[in-house]
């Protein structure tokens, strides 16, 4: 694996740096800041930690339910406490959720802070650490509010995935999968990914699907076009956290997302059974990982999903987004999927994960 990835943005480019071990954290402790820290992940790593001191750190709550325009203000005004000035180096440490809380203060306290992050979880470091997104929920509309506002510097150690749990682990996998299935072309390219996902070290496959988001980003930042096919599987996958009220963890969801999408492109006729067959049984329905999930029926809620895509913010019209792979394109996607082909789709994945 390579030491570091540019990014091209808006504000310039920004450095993704790839740390064999968590030396570097000495480093950013050098110049006087302050720190955002998962709870958890301070409780985990305290020793590298305790020398900034208690009064410049502020501990996140890393939970969904926390990810709102609320918790985000209230970190405001715990930074302003702390006298965060705008020239302040301001670090955070953490998965996802803490990305999106401390991405959006980053962007709006001061109108824009001095942002590094150093993201903690397969997910985040695989998907969500590049790309400028920060996402906040709105009521029980998931990732309705937010900004464009990349870090100045990411860094990325392969040593804090040690201390997740089996979950976490394979719900980043979910994401590196999708984000190599986008480049996957033909049953080649698929039987060839299927070996790799097995063989290939996991540290490759990450930087590797850092390269490949990279390319949608520095060509779309600002999600106009087709930097949108980057939410392959998330239009049901999002549908079905909710309604597991996240027993699903967000890469799992994605998984059962593709699942979904696949079934929906082979009743259209837009992928033929050969490829439908392949993908979901070698490559998606093993990196699903239901044995880890308690999955429950009501979480397959017809109409409780239904409900959840319509609320999807891909929606343009009076019809339901959603992202299908294509034997043309690759990935297509539609803003109408009917009632009748999300119910087929449905029974079709239920069936598959059982």
Known sequence: ????????????????????????????????????????????????????????????????????????????????????????????????????ITGFVASALYRGLNWTYVPTTLLAQADSCIGSKTSLN?????????TFYPPKRIFISYEFTKTLNPKEIFSGFGEIVKLHL?????????SALAHRLKNDDPSNLLYDSLLIKKEYIEEDEFDEGRRKLLNYGHCFGHALESA?????????????????????????????????????????SPSFHGELLNLQNKFF???????????????TGEGVAIILPHRD?????????????????????KKLLA
């Open 244 to 284: 597991s009220e996240f027993t699903i963890p967000h890469g799992l969801a994605v998984v059962a997302g593709m699942i979904f999408a696949s079934a929906v492109s082979l009743k259209r006729q837009l992928i033929d059974g050969e490829v439908f067959d392949f993908m979901v049984k070698q490559i998606l």
């Open 182 to 190: 986008m480049q996957a072309k033909n049953l080649g390219d698929f």
């Open 301 to 315: 809620d017809t109409d409780n999903l239904w409900q959840a895509m319509r609320k999807d913010k891909k929606r």
């Open 329 to 349: 394109s690759h990935l297509l996607l539609v803003q109408d999927l009917s009632r009748e082909e999300f119910t087929w789709g449905l029974e079709t994945l």
């Open 1 to 100: 694996m390579k030491n570091s990835l540019t990014i091209q943005s808006y504000r310039g480019p920004y450095k993704a740096s790839f740390e064999n071990d968590l030396r570097f954290l000495d480093a950013l402790k050098e110049k006087p800041g302050i720190w955002a820290i998962d709870r958890n992940v301070f409780n985990v790593y305290r020793q590298h930690f305790d020398s900034i001191g208690s009064d410049s750190i502020v501990l996140i709550d890393a939970k969904e339910e926390e990810k709102t325009v609320d918790s985000a203000m209230r970190l405001c005004r715990e930074l302003v406490t702390k006298s965060c000035k705008r020239n302040t180096d301001f670090v955070s440490v953490g998965g996802g959720i803490t990305q999106d």
């Open 138 to 146: 709105l009521d029980s509309y998931k990732n309705l509010v937010g």
